[in-house]
């Protein structure tokens, strides 16, 4: 199972493998603050991409296509993360405010594409 949260909302026990999935850390959070099994920095937008889409030059539609090609070149860490979400509970853990449309939500359907 796959689930996606923000930084900034309390762990929980059903959590499971808590992957921080942002390229820079998070502002606010003191990296002995944050609960955290693995930080997956490779699985982050680039920054180019990040810059295109915060700045508002590309839709969330076209981030999303854009993103899932990066993705496509991740290899073997996105492999390895759906395999571990085979078996146990993976949150993804994200610091954009925008919680219905950010790239973890897109790091979660393309890591469930793989499980498939």
């Known amino acids: 199972m796959i689930r996606c949260k923000r930084v900034y909302d309390e762990a929980a026990q059903d959590d499971g493998y808590r992957v921080l999935v942002d390229r ?5 959070v003191k990296k002995t603050d944050l609960r955290y099994d693995e930080w997956a920095k490779t699985l982050a937008p680039s920054t180019e991409l990040r810059k295109a889409f915060h700045g508002e030059a590309i839709d969330f539609v076209e981030f999303s296509k854009c993103y899932r090609e990066e993705l496509k070149e991740a290899g073997g860490a996105a492999q390895a993360l759906a395999k571990r979400a085979q078996k146990e509970t993976v949150t993804l853990l994200y610091g954009a405010k925008n919680t219905e449309q950010n790239h973890a ?10 499980e498939n």
């Open 105 to 114: 939500l897109v790091l979660a359907d393309f890591l469930r594409r793989l």
């Open 24 to 28: 820079l850390w998070p502002r606010g």
